[in-house]
């Protein structure tokens, strides 16, 4: 590359999903928003927007149906709420996922318990999964991380041995398939998000399917206080918040599904692209992806091998600084049993419940015991990535990496 060529190339700005720069938002939002504003109805109980969206993802991913609610913590939180643990009954997960993932089990008076993660994928598996199982184990959340499937096959068997029921997170997974199959339709119940930097986004909302009567009535409830609405003698049945998504929601999400497959066309064209300009650099790994997954690519992973590129991925990630390419070396700083709520049990006043009531089994949160966790968050970068990125972009970063990369293996070389 050429001075002029390298000065050039150093202008890209990237577009960001935190803005109109990185998202697919423009007049068909606004035409459908207008509709509703004008309508004056701005509530799903009486509006159609909201059901439209659920009648219209239900079919996109070929589930029965799909309930719309405020965010994807609250589409976990209906899910888990909807399996209804006793209190002390376990939920395995991961321990590299949101926040909003792990909190709505500890609401629902249920123990968290971490498998280990691959650390080619940062996904859980089966194998790390099942040592996890015990008699109080309620049900499995996978999270799809970064838009990769988790590898379904196994876990489902290993599910349906031991008749727990599997929620899928795909809150960063639209539209990925494993196996030929959507996420979110393999296991008994999947979630979404629509926040702002998703695959798809209202700001804030979410999105559970599923096809079992029994999950979607009780989904529906928990995001309407249990009331019973529609029914001959409604009452609340049970313990339940308001987590309803709103007409003005539902008005940006049922314009943004239009767009979902084709952004994820680009993302993922985009990614072989990127895939292919890497493929021949030691120490730095592209994505693995299962045989029978489509990722979807949330985000555009690299896992950096230190030993042959000195300073790895937080050097790597500061290289890329300079070129305007804002990584994120480990993803999460810390896996969440390390986090204040987990690790010192910070829940509802000083009770620590529900933790009173765990095997100590269950929260043993020694290092030993998740290789994969912090191997997988030493070695991982987390680019971003999004629909908008065309192939100058692609190339800048390429470029970019590639650079970086020469000057970090320099000293290796030379030495
Ligand atoms: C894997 C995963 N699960 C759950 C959530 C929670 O979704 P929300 O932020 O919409 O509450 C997020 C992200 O925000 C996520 O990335």
Request: charged residues 25%.
């Amino acid at each position: 590359m050429t001075q002029a060529a390298a000065e050039e190339e150093s202008e890209i700005t990237l577009p960001s999903d935190q803005d109109g720069s990185g998202r697919m938002l423009g007049d068909e939002e606004l035409a459908l928003l207008r509709k509703v504003i004008e309508s004056g109805t701005l509530t799903s109980t009486k509006g159609t927007a909201v059901s439209a969206v659920e009648r219209r993802f239900a079919e996109m991913v070929g589930c029965d149906q799909a309930v719309a609610c405020s965010s994807g913590t609250t589409a976990i939180h209906a899910a888990v709420v909807a399996i209804d643990p006793e209190p002390g009954e376990e939920i395995v997960t991961s321990p590299i996922t949101d926040m909003g993932a792990i909190a709505p089990i500890l609401y629902q008076g249920a123990i968290p318990v971490f498998a280990d993660v691959d650390p080619r994928t940062c996904n859980i598996t089966a194998e790390t999964i099942e040592p996890c199982l015990s008699e109080r184990t309620r049900a499995i959340i996978v999270t799809h991380l970064f838009g990769n499937p988790a590898e379904m096959g196994p876990i489902l068997d290993l599910a349906r041995r031991r008749s727990i029921p599997v929620i899928e997170d795909c809150a960063q997974a639209y539209l990925a398939r494993s196996g030929g199959r959507y996420v979110g339709t393999l296991g008994a119940i999947g979630c979404f998000s629509l926040q702002q930097g998703k695959h798809i986004t209202a700001g804030e909302g979410g999105l559970v399917v599923t096809d079992d009567p029994e999950l979607a009535r009780r989904t529906r409830l928990f995001v309407n206080k249990a009331w019973g609405y529609g029914d001959a003698n409604p009452d609340h049945y049970f313990l339940a918040l308001n987590g309803r998504m709103t007409e003005l929601q539902g008005a940006v999400t049922l314009a943004q599904l239009d767009k979902l497959a084709d952004g994820i066309e680009r993302r993922r064209a985009m990614a072989r692209r990127l895939t292919g300009r890497l493929a021949d650099l030691p120490g730095i790994e592209t994505p693995w992806i299962a045989a029978d997954a489509e990722h979807v690519y949330w985000r555009y992973c690299l896992w950096v091998d230190q030993g042959q590129l000195p300073g790895g991925s937080p050097a790597l990630g500061a290289g890329l600084k300079q070129h305007g390419i804002a990584s994120a070396p480990r993803y999460i700083q810390k896996p969440a049993f390390q986090c204040a709520v987990v690790r010192d049990q910070r829940t509802f006043g000083n009770s620590r419940f529900p933790f009173t009531l765990a095997r100590p089994e269950a929260i043993d949160y020694a290092p030993e015991r998740f290789p994969g966790t912090f191997d997988g968050l030493e070695r991982i970068l987390v680019l971003p990535w999004n629909e908008r990125y065309t192939e100058d972009h692609v190339d800048h970063i390429a470029f970019a990496i590639r650079s970086q990369h020469a000057g970090l293996r320099k000293d290796l070389v030379d030495g």
